[in-house]
């Protein structure tokens, strides 16, 4: 088992940038899991935003692709860089750890999550 908890989220303003992260209390547990990264506005479906494998194969959701990066370091701490924020992007973001090694954007691949952090960007 393994607890997960993000920081780095906060407010900025539009065209600003992020860095959100991602650290687990059990490393041991996450090196050989995929972990990803997804955020939900109230009233939405959950969207998977990227993924990464502990070989570092990433899937990313294609309309965030060209602003997001996903990695993880050795430590299996988890980051997600995001760029040319917009008010779209005003969410909670949360972190994830996969059942196996390799998983893709859909939040049932996944069964441990941290509580999130709010990202806020103003126009």
């Known amino acids: 088992q393994v607890q997960l908890v993000e920081s780095g989220g906060g407010s900025v303003e539009t065209g600003g940038s992020l860095t959100l992260s991602c650290k687990a209390d059990?490393?041991?547990?996450?090196?050989?899991?995929?972990m990803g990264w997804f955020r939900q506005v109230p009233g939405n479906e959950r969207e998977g935003i990227a993924s990464?494998?502990?070989?570092?194969?990433t899937v990313y959701a294609d309309s965030l692709k060209d602003r997001f990066t996903i990695f993880r370091n050795l430590t299996v701490n988890l980051y997600l860089q995001m760029s040319s924020l917009n008010p779209r992007d005003t969410a909670t973001y949360y972190c994830?750890?996969?059942?196996?090694?390799?998983?893709?954007?859909?939040?049932?691949?996944?069964?441990?999550w941290g509580p999130g952090t709010q990202v806020t960007v103003s126009a």
């Open positions: 994830a750890a996969g059942r196996t090694r390799f998983c893709g954007l859909d939040s049932n691949e996944y069964d441990h």
């Open positions: 059990n490393v041991r547990y996450l090196v050989p899991k995929c």
């Open positions: 990464i494998s502990p070989g570092d194969s």
